[in-house]
């Protein structure tokens, strides 16, 4: 049972236009959210979170929102630059016990220049 | 301090052999994590650590497979008996204490390719 997917493989976005990656969870325990970046042959990279007493969280280019009714959070980057492209997990967990995290199958964004 | 640092990088190894994979977490986190990811898929929680602890299991993690983090910092993974399926990337996160009630990220490190052949 897939308790958070991303339900979009790849995405194709121009340079300086906005890349929207969505997620999708079923567990409405979870508390906590995360996206990561990943290059090929690298471990993932934090890039931001957000909690669920939150509804959207800003930092730079990177905005993640949440939607706790739908169980959804979509990543958004604005403006998209060549250097972002990479894989992108979203992931989930609960902030009490283990903090283990529930990962997506990845989307896999290419920004064209 | 200069991250989460895994040992080897690479490892190739012909089925039935045993190996061992070392993760030197960021120092004073407490808790450690061993993630598996196959290709097309995100990372799959395999154990975790708190402190020298091993507080959960998934059940991916079979008889085969052994987890340590003596006197709480560093941690060995090790899987015996190796398996043409156990070709993977795994990787070791850590992370610090969370505040309570909230959660917090975890660091990744650059992970283990194994490949069995």
């Known amino acids: ?113 | 301090d200069t991250g989460v640092s895994q040992d080897p990088r690479h490892k190739i190894t012909k089925r039935g052999q045993n190996v061992t994979f070392r993760c030197d977490p960021i120092s004073e986190h407490n808790r450690l994590y061993w993630y598996r990811q196959t290709l097309g898929q995100g990372p799959e929680f395999l154990t975790y650590f708190q402190n020298e602890a091993q507080l959960e299991k998934s059940r991916l993690l079979s008889d085969r497979f052994s987890a340590e983090r003596p006197k709480g910092s560093f941690s060995t993974l090790e899987i015996q008996r190796t398996e043409q399926g156990d070709s993977a990337m795994y990787l070791c996160a850590s992370t610090g204490r969370g505040s309570t009630g909230e959660g917090t990220e975890a660091f990744f490190g650059q992970g283990t390719r194994l490949t069995v052949v």
Request: aromatic share 14%; with cysteine; charged share 20%.
């Open chain 1, 1 to 113: 049972d897939q308790q958070v997917k991303q339900n979009s493989p790849s995405l194709s976005v121009q340079e300086g236009r906005i890349s929207i990656l969505n997620c999708d969870y079923t567990n409405s325990m979870f508390d906590y959210f995360l996206w990561y970046k990943k290059y090929p042959a690298e471990g993932p990279t934090f890039l931001i979170s957000i909690s669920s007493i939150k509804d959207k969280n800003e930092d730079g280019r990177f905005t993640v929102f949440l939607n706790k009714s739908a169980k959804h959070l979509s990543l958004h980057i604005v403006p998209s630059q060549p250097g972002d492209s990479a894989v992108y997990f979203c992931a989930a967990s609960l902030s009490l016990g283990t903090y283990k995290y529930i990962f997506g199958t990845g989307t896999r964004l290419k920004v064209l220049a």
